[in-house]
Nanobody, 115 residues
Framework: QVQLVESGGGLVQPGGSLRLSCAASGNAFSIYVMGWYRQGPGTEREWLARITSSGLTKYADSVKGRFTISTDNAKNTMYLQMNSLQPEDTAVYYC?????????WGQGTQVTVSS
């Protein structure tokens, strides 16, 4: 079973940037379409972005133009570059397969945007 480990979260001021990482055991990124998700306080988990094994990307309207998804297959790692962060981006961020979630969720990484 592929294990997912998210990292890179933290506290950032509005307008700031963070880069999240998703490490996966095995060659998940060559097998699955992978995505980033988040769950804010009191909200349902939301899909943000996805990337295919060939590098095609797609974004939710809420993050389009601000977030960039990418992978480094040699490192079995997926990234989410987040720019122009706003308080409403505060959430726990997760990675998993897309559109169907077929892997166990990792622990996520907390992103807090606050002045």
């Amino acid at each position: 079973q592929v294990q997912l480990v998210e990292s890179g979260g933290g506290l950032v001021q509005p307008g700031g940037s963070l880069r999240l990482s998703c490490a996966a055991s095995g060659n998940a990124f060559s097998i699955y379409v992978m995505g980033w998700y988040r769950q804010g306080p009191g909200t349902e988990r939301e899909w943000l972005a996805r990337i295919t094994s060939s590098g095609l990307t797609k974004y939710a309207d809420s993050v389009k133009g601000r977030f960039t998804i990418s992978t480094d297959n040699a490192k079995n790692t997926m990234y989410l570059q987040m720019n122009s962060l706003q308080p409403e981006d505060t959430a726990v961020y997760y990675c998993n397969t897309y559109p169907a979630v077929v892997l166990s969720w990792g622990q996520g990484t907390q992103v807090t945007v606050s002045s």
